[in-house]
Structure formats: C-alpha cells, structure tokens
C-alpha cells in the first residue's frame, strides 16, 4: 500500500501470523513507536494496530499461519525463533538489506500477478509464497542473534548429506530447507559449510543447480515448449530476473541457447 499524505491506519490482522515490512521514509509511527526501514512487524489478530505515517509512505504486508512458520523453524534450525513468533504486536529491529532485499521480492511478485495472473499456478511461485520468501522472514528475524561456530565436523557432515541429497536428485528443484532436512543441520551450518568448500550459499549453490538444469532442458526441448515453461518447472517465476542470472552465469541470454540446434545422438552397436 501507497499513501501521499500523511494517514492514520487502525485494524486487526487477518489470523495467523501477520508481518509487515515499510520502505525508508520520515514520521513512520506504529502503535506508539517509531520505525522505519530496518524493522520487520508483526501484527496481532487480537490486539489490532494503529500506525501514522507521512506522505511517501509505502508498506507491504504477509501472513502466513503460525504452524507452519512453526515447522519451517524446526526445519531451518531456528526454534528458537517460536516465542517471537507468538508474540504480541512488536517492531523487531533487524538488518535493513535482509528487508529491502525482501520487500523487492513481494513487489516483484506483486507486479508479476497483476501481469500474469496464471504465474499463481507457477512451481515457482508456490515455491516462493512457500519457502523462499518465509525463510527470508525467519532468517531477518535471526539476523544478530549470537550461534556458536559449528564444529569442522559437523560442517563437513552436512555438506557430505546435502550434496548427495542433490546428487540423487538432479532434476528436482531443491530447496534450503530440503537440505536442511536432509543434512540435518541449521541452515547457517550449511552456509558456512558452503562458504567454506565452495565460497558460495547454500542458496547461491541450488541457484546454479536450477540454471543448469533449465540449460539442460532447453537444449533437449521440443518445439512446442516456451523458455518460460521450462524456467517455471525449475522455480523461476520472473522473467526478467531469470534472464539476467542466466546471462552472469552462462554468458548468454536463453534464447540463443534455445535457438541452438539439439545436439546431435550416435548410436552403435558392436558385436
């Protein structure tokens, strides 16, 4: 939502669990505080709300149902994260790129719907409302919380997990939590574990999985088949993004790897 004049908000959050993030502008009060870019909200269905802002103001709004946020926290590691996550309405200061980075994310998806309504049906997309963007949430929500390094070991076990889970499934699009649950340790283990063995993210690292499985496929496509079929199967919902990861990463755009003619099969038998 958009104001251009300065407002006074009062309402009650849909049930479950209700976070709202606002973009960098002046006099942003929200139930008798002041925030600003830097803080992640959370609503309450049972106590409401009231917010005054000035003009310029620009915020977005997500709800997701408290189990599951629940589930998504054990998997990735962050129990921990439970209590806030029942708490009252509060204002948690976090780090402003982890939030900017997530409300680019929901206006993205925002304008990608308003677009193409179809792409709701999308893998990627569900994989986003599913995992993607509520992790980022958690992960906004750990961000400063103190973890002790993670023993060599432990390091080493769970990258040894993960990579095979990847392994044994090449044409799936895994997710973190995937690895996560395969591994059996925290997501930042596993980023530290990615840091370490290949100087990348654990989420960076199934990025270029993705790619490269899109990069497969279009070359062995039929005619009948759109890049954007073929990226969606793989979890990339916008299209312009996908294209620009696919040119940093194969020094082409997709469609002239499409274009390409398929490679060519010999088959031979030998007696």
Same mark, same amino acid.
């Given at each position: ?12 959050? &849909? ?9 960098? #502008? ?35 709004t997500?709800?997701? @149902?408290? @189990?599951f ?12 994260? #439970? /209590?806030?996550l029942?708490?009252? &309405? ?21 304008a990608?719907?308003?677009?193409? &309504?179809?792409?709701? +049906? ?11 963007? @509520?992790? +980022? ?10 973890e002790?390094r993670?023993? #060599? /070991? #432990? ?14 499934? &090449? ?26 063995k ?39 919902w ?13 020094g ?6 499409? /274009? /390409? ?11």
């Open positions: 939502m958009t104001f251009n004049r300065r407002f006074l908000q009062r309402g009650s959050a &849909p049930p479950g669990v209700t976070f709202g993030m606002v973009a960098p #502008a002046p006099e942003i009060e929200w139930c008798g505080q002041a925030i600003d870019g830097t803080h992640l909200l959370r609503f309450s269905p049972e106590t409401g709300y009231e917010s005054v802002s000035g003009a310029g103001f620009r915020g977005d997500i709800s997701y @149902p408290e @189990p946020l629940h589930d998504l926290a054990e998997t990735l590691g962050l129990s921990h994260m #439970a /209590r806030q029942s708490a009252c &309405p509060w204002a948690f200061h976090t780090d402003g790129l982890i939030l900017s980075s997530l409300r680019n994310r929901l206006r993205l998806l925002y990608e719907v308003r677009q193409r &309504p179809q792409v709701l +049906a999308s893998a990627g997309v569900a994989r986003e409302l599913a995992f993607d963007i @509520p992790s +980022a949430i958690l992960r906004a929500l750990a961000a400063g919380t103190p002790s993670p023993t #060599a /070991r #432990a390091r080493s076990l769970g990258l040894r997990r993960a990579l095979a889970l990847a392994e044994e499934h &090449p044409t799936q699009a895994l997710t973190v939590g995937d690895l996560c649950r395969a591994s059996g340790v925290s997501w930042r283990t596993l980023n530290y574990a990615f840091r370490e290949f100087g990348v993210t654990a989420e960076r690292y199934l990025k270029v999985l993705r790619l490269d499985g899109v990069r497969r496929e279009m070359r062995w496509a039929g005619p009948n088949e759109t890049i954007s079929d073929i990226a969606n199967r793989w979890g990339f916008h299209m312009g993004q996908f294209a620009a990861d696919y040119r940093t990463h194969f082409e755009l997709p469609s002239a790897t499409r /274009r /390409r003619p398929k490679p060519n099969v010999a088959l031979a038998e030998t007696s």
